[in-house]
C-alpha cells in the first residue's frame, strides 16, 4: 500500500546496451523460458565481442555463480537480469571473470563480466545474451529497434513505472 502512495511513480529508466552487436527480439531468442517471456519482457543480443557493462545506474541483486548472469535492481526498482548466452550455466564458469559481487553499487557503463565469446560458441547453445525485466508486470517496457547497438552507448529499453 505505502508503496503505491509514495513510491516511484513517474520514473523511468533508460537502459543502454549493456553488449555490443546484433539486436535479437526475445520472441526470436532458440529458447521458450526467454522467447515465450517467462522471466519477463525484454530484449537480447548476439554479443560482437565478450564484455558486458553495466546498463544502468543500480545495485548488483546476484551474481551466479557461474558468473554467466548478473542482477541489477535500480532505484526505481526495476529489477534486470542480463543472462550470457543460452546453456551457459553448463560451463561452470569457465571462460567468465566477473568484475562485481552481490551487493556493488554500479553506474551505467561499468565492466561487470567478460567471457570468451569463441568459447561460449563452442560450448553453449548460443551467444545470443538476453537482458530482461525481471519485475517487468510493475512497469512498461518501450524497446528500441536499432539493429546494431553498442554497449553504454546505443539506448535499448525505457522502463516506466506503470
Given at each position: 500500500m505505502f508503496k503505491k502512495l509514495f513510491g516511484n511513480k513517474g520514473k523511468s529508466v533508460i537502459l543502454t546496451a549493456p553488449v555490443s552487436g546484433e539486436l535479437v527480439a526475445l520472441e526470436e531468442v532458440p529458447d521458450p523460458v526467454f522467447s515465450q517471456k517467462m522471466m519477463g519482457e525484454g530484449i537480447a543480443i548476439d554479443p560482437a565481442k565478450g564484455e558486458v557493462v553495466s546498463p544502468v545506474d543500480g545495485e548488483i541483486v546476484q551474481l551466479f555463480p557461474t558468473k554467466h548472469a548478473v542482477g541489477?535492481?535500480?532505484?526505481?526498482?526495476?529489477?534486470?537480469?542480463?543472462?550470457?548466452?543460452?546453456?551457459?550455466?553448463?560451463?561452470?564458469?569457465?571462460?567468465?571473470?566477473?568484475?562485481?559481487?552481490?551487493?556493488d553499487k554500479v553506474k551505467a557503463g561499468d565492466k561487470l563480466i567478460t567471457f570468451d565469446i569463441d568459447l561460449v560458441k563452442e560450448k553453449a547453445k548460443s551467444t545470443v545474451t538476453p537482458i530482461i525485466i525481471t519485475n517487468s508486470d510493475e512497469f512498461a517496457v518501450q524497446?528500441?529497434?536499432?539493429?546494431q547497438v553498442t554497449s553504454g552507448a546505443t539506448n535499448l529499453m525505457t522502463v516506466n513505472t506503470k
Open positions: 541489477i535492481k535500480t532505484k526505481s526498482g526495476a529489477e534486470i537480469l542480463i543472462h550470457i548466452g543460452l546453456e551457459t550455466v553448463a560451463m561452470e564458469g569457465e571462460g567468465f571473470e566477473a568484475f562485481v559481487s552481490q551487493g524497446l528500441n529497434d536499432e539493429q
